[in-house]
């Protein structure tokens, strides 16, 4: 079991950053694959970012060159660098931890969100 807190969002003008954080607790945090996702008023949720055990990161097209993630394994703990903020990254942003097992069984989890709001 995997529960997983974020933290970090707030309100700010286009072309501010913000630094979002994602802590977990549990076991064997190295072994899974960390996801950020966010879903803006009226959308689906969408993919953002997401960095696995060997550190190897892919992104969505709408933030690639804006937003960094990163992890910290240390502290069981995974980053989303928010750069350049638009107004449509309004959104909530929830973090995911996602572990796929030999026999092809997926263990995935959810944080509760941190709202991000981007607006002059």
């Known amino acids: 079991q995997v529960q997983l807190v974020e933290s970090g969002g707030g309100s700010v003008h286009p072309g501010g950053s913000l630094r979002l954080s994602c802590a977990a607790s549990?076991?064997?945090?190295?072994?899974?694959?960390m996801g950020w996702f966010r879903q803006g008023p009226g959308k689906e949720r969408e993919v953002v970012a997401s960095i696995d055990g060997g550190r190897n990161t892919d992104y969505s097209d709408s933030v690639k060159g804006g937003f960094t993630i990163s992890r910290d394994n240390a502290i069981n703990t995974v980053y989303l660098q928010m750069n350049s903020l638009k107004p449509e990254d309004t959104a909530l942003y929830s973090c995911?931890?996602?572990?796929?097992?030999?026999?092809?069984?997926?263990?995935?989890?959810w944080g509760r969100g941190t709202q991000v709001t981007v607006s002059s």
């Open positions: 549990g076991k064997d945090f190295t072994v899974y694959t």
């Open positions: 995911n931890a996602r572990r796929r097992f030999i026999n092809g069984h997926v263990n995935a989890y």
